[in-house]
């Protein structure tokens, strides 16, 4: 078995910083992933009618964190965390094997893949970790995040936390460039789904693989759908 590390490896002389600051940069809109490209399918949702506004939004986000793709990736972060945490090569690229696998729809798995290699360059340029070396060239985000999180010493509930909250973020945010919501109701959303993120990130952080599955058919359709949709602003 290959061991990475889960030390730090940073430039030399450089301070370790406050984990809590690296969450914060790493799900920052500015970081360059190119979240705000992606809208989940949910442009496709809007143009169907699933979703008209605050209301009809919050239930759709709201099941994705109960029966949907935020609640697996969430499993197979903790799943990737703790491999590399533990130094566990083959665990982690199976986990890593298996979320790219998992995608119902192209432009999901682009989604997901485009943002992990994106934010693994990001990171190898300024926050390095040996963990990082154990990850393969196509990595899903939510396996690239949670790879570098242990390797950086970042516990796991918090990690969880921030990457769900950061979901929600850019849906949100999706959803005001789609004109269903305003930035008010888009904090408004934000805040009645604290509990459901925090639930949903405890609960995955002491799951397993074997707990993985969805039932969110619309959303899945609409992932599907949104290949052929005439008009579009999003790529998924």
């Known amino acids: 078995m290959i061991g990475f590390g889960a030390q730090h490896s940073f430039n030399a002389g450089r301070a370790a910083p406050n984990p809590a600051l690296l969450l ?41 964190f109960a029966h949907g793709s935020i609640r697996n990736d969430l499993i197979l972060a903790a799943a990737a965390w703790r491999a590399a945490t533990a130094n566990d090569t083959q665990a982690l690229w199976d986990v890593a094997e298996l979320a790219a696998a998992l995608h119902p729809a192209a432009e999901r798995r ?16 300024a926050w390095p970790t040996s963990a990082l070396a154990a990850l393969m060239d196509e990595t899903t985000y939510s396996v690239a995040v949670a790879a570098t999180a242990a390797g950086h010493g970042i516990a796991l509930l918090p990690l969880l936390e921030a990457y769900a909250a950061a979901f929600v973020a850019n849906l949100t945010s999706a959803a005001i460039r789609l004109s269903v919501i305003g930035q008010t109701d888009a904090q408004r959303i934000l805040a009645d789904l604290l509990p459901t993120l925090s639930l949903a990130a405890r609960a995955a952080a002491t799951s ?3 707990d993985l599955g969805s039932a969110t058919w619309s959303a899945d359709l609409c992932a599907l759908e949104h290949e052929t949709q005439y008009t579009r602003l999003f790529r998924s």
Do not use: C, M, N
């Open 24 to 64: 914060q940069i790493w799900f920052s809109p500015s970081f360059p992933v190119g979240a705000f490209a992606y809208s989940h399918g949910l442009e496709r949702a809007v143009e169907a009618g699933f979703i008209r506004d605050r209301g009809s939004l919050t239930v759709w986000l709201a099941d994705l």
């Open 110 to 125: 682009l989604e997901s893949l485009t943002q992990g290699s994106s934010f693994v360059v990001a990171v190898k340029a």
């Open 208 to 210: 397993t693989l074997d």
